[in-house]
């Protein structure tokens, strides 16, 4: 019997619009080995597939949609429409890069076909190339599907592996009529399956209120203000406007060190250092657009954060110990302070990391199956399924391991995610801590956000004032943050 989308599945495919594509991207960095092309890396996904069957299967719906749609294999499956080729003009920048990026982000996957891609694009200055990928936020769950960006990285530049047994052979695809035939017998057995595929298809935003207070309501001390948070609707904010169909796409790179030199000094988490550096990063951004900035202005994120199940087995035991649920925190942007910026985010991630459910950011980074682009997935898929209108903006934050990771033998320099935008979001945030870095992909409208590249270089500044604000704050002479800044405006160019 062919398996059938989940109801939560099915809304990532309802939700879709021109404007607004479903898909979640990763952006891998590598340095060139001898030896490596596009042939070898279609080699590598051709020997993966083998772990990840729904890479070759592709969505059929049911006539007169009485039920959610199933998944059938692609019995024309073609492993070089997915996984492509191209090429950046001399002299391959980092700004040629991420223009193509965005432009590859603005286009919808083809939903006749499995929904993911992969580019392997060439001609990146100093012998470097890059991966790009895509993939639909109905086909991730963490379980049955992993995101295709991270089952092609080997923790080991070896290339002496033994190749999975391979032993797919395509399903012939069911009839219009074996599909009504499946929709009724699943209709019997679970009564309740189309209730719940006719809810798919709304967005009710008192239910998805209520969800955010029981998710809230679970942190131990903080009930009250997560009730306040969630019941009232977002700040006004010029993150929030009209978007169209194509992206801006900006990365940003800061050493991890400097995040830990100020969690470590003021007894915060590393998340928190990157919350509290973001708000500052939007102060700056507000600040050159003319915004008015009074002492009360916040911007609220959706963070989605890993927790473990009850009764289930911890997460570095090797298992899938833990799922993604939704945090909503209001950034104090408003706050001249960078050290008062901190203090604030950090007591309102408190109440989290005291429900005894928080995943530690070293287990999560050795979590069996969930490597980072796994979890911006399911950072991505989390934010979808509360309304729109309780947070400006959505911020997802993994650590990844901080040793290399390889395709083909070719190590990886950087990694950065694509979160993709909500409908009448501007702006959405990504970063994964990797080898020593922390590496933002910032994602926004390419006409709301036309000064994207200013908020990119606000962001180590703001870094920056806060390990300032460290050394003020400390026994040690002060620093000066100005040629920290200096050094951090050339890093975003």
């Known amino acids: 019997m062919a398996d059938r989308l989940s109801s939560l599945d099915v809304s990532f495919l309802y939700l879709e619009e021109p404007t607004t594509p479903m898909h979640v991207g990763s952006v891998g960095v590598f340095e060139a080995v001898p030896g490596f092309s596009y042939e070898s890396l279609l080699a590598v996904v051709r020997r993966r597939l083998a772990f990840v069957p729904r890479y070759r299967q592709r969505v059929r719906w049911v006539p007169g949609h009485l039920a959610n749609p199933v998944w059938v294999d692609d019995e024309n499956f073609d492993l070089g429409f997915h996984v492509r080729r191209s090429a950046l003009p001399r002299p391959g920048r980092e700004e040629q890069l991420r223009d193509l990026v965005a432009r590859l982000m603005s286009r919808p996957l083809d939903r006749l076909r499995p929904l993911w891609e992969m580019y392997l694009v060439e001609g990146l200055s100093g012998g470097r190339f890059a991966l790009v990928s895509k993939t639909h936020q109905a086909m991730i769950d963490g379980v049955s599907a992993v995101d295709i960006g991270q089952v092609v990285l080997d923790a080991s530049a070896s290339l002496a592996e033994a190749p999975p047994v391979d032993t797919w052979h395509p399903t012939a695809e069911p009839s219009s009529l074996e599909l009504l035939a499946g929709a009724l017998s699943d209709s019997v057995r679970r009564p309740t399956e189309l209730v719940e595929t006719a809810r798919s298809v709304v967005n009710d935003w008192q239910q998805n209120t209520e969800r955010v207070l029981r998710v809230l309501g679970d942190a131990a001390g903080g009930l009250a203000t997560a009730m306040r948070t969630a019941a009232s609707p ?196 990504g970063l994964t801590s990797y080898n020593g870095r922390v590496c933002f992909g910032l994602n926004g409208d390419r006409d709301a956000m036309a000064d994207l590249s200013v908020l990119a270089s606000s962001l180590p500044e703001a870094l920056a004032e806060l390990v300032d604000s460290v050394g003020r704050s400390s026994s040690a002479p002060a620093r000066s943050a100005a040629p920290r800044k200096r050094a951090a405006r050339k890093r975003a160019r």
């Open 234 to 429: 977002a700040p006004v904010s010029p993150l929030n406007a009209a978007i169209g169909a194509q992206r801006r796409f900006m990365t940003v790179e800061m050493p991890l060190s400097d995040f830990r030199l100020v969690r470590s000094a003021v007894g915060a988490s590393v998340n928190d250092v990157v919350l509290a550096t973001i708000a500052g990063a939007l102060r700056s951004w507000m600040f050159a657009r003319g915004v008015s900035v009074r002492s009360s202005t916040a911007v609220r994120a959706m963070v989605p954060l890993s927790v473990a199940l009850e009764g289930s087995a911890a997460a570095g035991s090797g298992g899938i110990g833990s799922r993604v649920t939704e945090y909503l925190v209001d950034l104090p942007v408003g706050e001249a302070s960078p050290a008062m910026r901190l203090h604030q985010v950090s007591y309102a991630m408190k109440a989290h990391r005291e429900t005894g459910r928080a995943v530690d950011a070293r287990s999560l980074a050795g979590m069996a199956g969930f490597g980072p682009p796994t979890l911006h997935a399911l950072g991505a898929r989390a934010a979808n399924t509360l309304s729109r209108r309780v947070f400006n903006l959505v911020v997802t934050n993994v650590p990844g391991p901080q040793t290399p990771l390889y395709v083909g033998g070719a190590p990886m320099l950087a990694t950065y995610p694509v979160v993709p935008l909500a409908k009448g979001q501007a702006l959405a945030i």
